[in-house]
């Protein structure tokens, strides 16, 4: 018999058939044990055997006993369960959310104001729940979603992108994101508490990318506003936006979620004026059918937790410190 087989294939239920024939001594007594005949347990042995390319049983007076390779292919057949019994568990585990894969794509100030702490709460409660990050724009991130790359994304409403019917997705709404006023701190309207925009019309204006969403708020708050803004800058980057505000270059809108750290010295930040502020609506989406996924739902839950809590102290957040350096317009 050949010492290996090309095809290196293993039978579980033959290998516990091997591993009873050890414990009971006899063929017979592994029949009776396992309700089978002593033919059908010579036949389980003798194509594993030859499924593996090596003796299994070796003639003993009356009877066999167990080769050397037989004690050898049951120790690992020990681990092997061991392994078996793992993954049951772990199975379990996943129906009930406690373990999984995942892949998020987000907007960059989704990912610090409100992934994060969603990954923080998890690694908490559900530690065995690998995620992992990616910061994407849409479409792109939809487009990833769509093929199955991401398992979630987490993005603002925007022109042209999904709406909120859209049978391809189902939505968690998160929050309202809303832009407050940069201005330069010797700017004769700093001091006030609120800033008309109209009142910026004639300033020269800094502002998102030009493919950027969040431009797209900004100018439509400009126009309601009643005016065009006089675009002088545009960066991709909320603190390029915030310091060349400082170095009086501009003015700009800024959404909250990028003020989480501190501000470059020489910017004051205001409301705008009136009852209708500008702001984004930020959601997450998955593939429709998969928001009930035992690992999703757990994900889902936690960002809108995040989503409340940054909500909750949105007061504070109206005068915030400023965006960490290196934030990009997201």
Same mark, same amino acid.
């Given at each position: !018999? ?27 007594? *592994? ?5 089978? *005949? ?10 594993? %055997? #030859? ?15 167990? *080769?050397?390779?037989?004690?050898? @292919? ?88 999904? *709406? ?10 998160? !929050? ?76 700009? @809108? ?8 501190? #501000? ?46 940054? !909500?909750?102290? %949105? ?16």
């Amino acid at each position: !018999m050949e010492s290996f087989s090309g095809a290196f294939t293993i039978d579980i239920r033959r290998l516990r058939v091997l591993r009873e024939l050890r414990q009971r001594g006899t063929v017979a007594a *592994t029949a009776r044990a396992l309700a089978l *005949t002593p033919s059908a347990i010579s036949q389980q042995l003798s194509a594993l %055997s #030859r499924e593996l390319g090596v003796p299994l049983l070796a003639p003993q007076g009356r009877g066999v006993r167990l *080769t050397p390779q037989a004690q050898i @292919l049951l120790d690992h057949a020990a681990a092997v369960d061991a392994q078996l019994e793992r993954a049951r568990a772990d199975l379990a585990a996943f129906e009930e959310g406690a373990v999984g894969r995942l892949s998020v794509g987000a907007i960059g100030t989704a990912i610090s104001g409100l992934v994060a702490p969603a990954l923080e709460s998890l690694r908490q409660h559900r530690p065995r729940l690998s995620i992992s990050v990616e910061e994407l724009d849409p479409p792109e991130s939809f487009s990833l979603l769509d093929r199955g790359d991401l398992d979630a994304v987490v993005a603002v409403d925007y022109r042209g992108g999904p *709406t909120r019917g859209d049978g391809r997705y189902s939505r968690r709404e998160l !929050m309202d994101d809303y832009l407050v006023v940069a201005l330069p701190a010797r700017h004769p309207l700093a001091g006030r508490r609120r800033v008309d925009l109209l009142a910026l019309a004639g300033e020269r204006w800094i502002v998102g990318a030009a493919r950027g969403h969040c431009r797209e708020v900004g100018l439509a708050a400009c126009a309601a506003a009643g005016f065009t803004p006089d675009i002088a800058h545009r960066v991709d980057d909320w603190n390029a936006l915030l310091r060349l505000v400082a170095a009086g270059s501009g003015v700009g @809108l800024v959404p909250l979620l990028a003020l989480a750290g501190r #501000r470059p010295d020489g910017v004051v930040l205001r409301q705008p004026a009136g009852p209708q502020r500008p702001c984004r609506h930020l959601y997450a989406a998955v593939r429709a059918g998969a928001e009930r996924s035992p690992s999703l739902l757990p994900l889902l839950a936690a960002l809108q937790e995040a989503a409340r809590a940054r !909500m909750e102290g %949105s007061a504070a957040l109206s005068r915030p410190a400023g965006p960490p350096a290196g934030r990009r317009a997201g």
